[in-house]
């Protein structure tokens, strides 16, 4: 368990945002964004560093590639568990802690991102039919009710009871519970 959590961790503090910043433009500073929302006069801020940072100041090709490379840094750890301890939870603590990383870097002062891409990279290894059924179901809600974040995060949400049901396993939901708290 340790050792799992340790490398979803440690792979998934590696900001990839960064890394792609310093190699394009050493100059971007891409912790910081704001963007008007569209039909009001609300700003949205925020000072994460993530794929989104990476799209706004660099590009949508840049910010796909950070979305991308996101996803494999927990993916990675996430597999390697479930190929090694077939049937064993580890996968689970990999994932919760790939998002963590993500988030507290440790190799960047604990400022990282919000945690979507890594979230789907480690449902990835872990349930890539529920990634995609519950995201297809979120985009079926969203429309049906006509919101935009019901349509954009719903499948989170969702992914809790489709764990219980199809897994029964109190580590899978614990992963999907903790994911949709941080």
Known sequence: TLAASAAGYLFGSISTSRIIARRINPEADISKIEYPVPGSSDVFTTDSVSATAARHHLGARRGCLTALLDMVKVFIPVLACRLLWPGQPYQYFAAAFGLVGHDWPLYAGFKGG????????????????????????????????????????????????????RTHSPYAVGYMVISNII
């Open 114 to 165: 919000r945690g979507e891409s890594p979230i789907i990279g480690g449902l990835l290894a872990v349930d890539p039919i529920g990634l995609a059924v519950t995201t297809a179901a979120s985009t079926v809600t969203g429309l049906v009710v006509g919101h935009i974040l019901v349509f954009r995060w719903a499948w989170l949400l969702f992914l809790i009871p489709w764990f219980w049901v």
